[in-house]
């Protein structure tokens, strides 16, 4: 029976020979699982800097603003924009030029002005405070542009 058998097996080769294909398998499974569906994917290809999240809330904010405006009500900033100035960027080196500083400055005035205005100069000062978005964009981080062009 077993013993015409050309191929037997050693009994104290079971142990190795097991213990080597747990350890294949458990390598093959873990690199070829996918990723989990519930991470989002970061919109920013540098990742998810404090500026970057900054950035999209006033986007966000713009929108109702806009909106807003456009219902002939008086708009309402509520974000602390002056953390442009300090928030981390995905590039902090960008963020710490003076291009950059001198940029989040005048953007800030358009926002102090868009605060201070009244309803009838509503949409002026607010497409001012967009163009001062495309501006800073337009020179130092070109991505965002396209969503930018959506607030006017």
């Not at 540098?46 to 008086?74: C, H, Y």
């Not at 337009?138 to 542009?145: E, F, K, R, V």
């Amino acid at each position: 029976m077993l013993r015409y058998c050309k191929f037997s097996f050693n009994p104290g080769f079971r142990q190795p020979a097991f213990l080597l294909a747990f350890l294949l398998g458990g390598y093959f499974f873990s690199c070829s699982a996918p990723k989990a569906a519930s991470e989002p994917m970061p919109l920013n290809p540098n990742g998810d800097s404090e500026l970057a999240l900054l950035m999209r809330a006033m986007t966000g904010e713009a929108q109702v603003v806009k909106q807003q405006i456009e219902q002939g009500e008086a708009p309402w900033l509520g974000l602390d924009y002056e953390k442009i100035l300090t928030a981390q960027a995905s590039v902090p080196e960008k963020a710490a030029s003076a291009a950059y500083q001198e940029h989040a400055r005048s953007y800030l005035q358009t926002v102090k002005a868009l605060r201070e205005g009244d309803v009838a100069n509503a949409r002026p000062l607010y497409n001012n405070m967009v163009n001062a978005c495309m501006s800073c964009h337009t020179a130092l981080c070109p991505g965002p542009t396209v969503r930018i062009k959506q607030l006017y």
